[in-house]
């Protein structure tokens, strides 16, 4: 059990590294290219700002696909209303209970 745990960790830490290296590797590329074009400051800067565009878009995009919760649970389901949250957890269970199949007893 230990040596695949210790197995699977070295695995990840060297995927994890090949990534870095590629990484750096296409940074490093592109940098060399617009640099006769931008000098070494504008160069590593499009560089930067093309390599932290991708995680950014990437998140805005996650933040708004978030599926948001329903008025009505957020009634069911609030801290500030004891007796909303407890007319809600009833209202679930019982909800559960008509729902939920029932084992046969054979």
Request: aromatic share 6%; charged share 10%.
């Given at each position: 059990m230990v040596a695949r745990a210790a197995a699977a960790l070295l695995g990840l830490l060297f995927l994890a590294s090949l990534i870095f290296v590629g990484v750096v590797c296409a940074a490093f590329a592109i940098d060399e290219a617009l640099v006769t074009s931008?000098?070494?400051?504008?160069?590593?800067?499009?560089t930067a700002?093309?390599?932290l565009a991708g995680?950014?878009?990437?998140?805005?995009?996650?933040a708004l696909r978030r599926p948001r919760e329903s008025a009505f649970m957020a009634l069911l389901t609030?801290?500030?209303?004891?007796?909303a949250?407890?007319?809600g957890a009833g209202a679930l269970g019982l909800a559960e209970a008509f729902l939920s199949k029932?084992?046969?007893r054979d």
């Open positions: 931008v000098g070494v400051a504008g160069a590593a800067a499009i700002l093309l390599f995680p950014v878009i990437a998140l805005i995009v996650f609030s801290a500030s209303s004891p007796l949250a407890i007319l029932r084992k046969r």
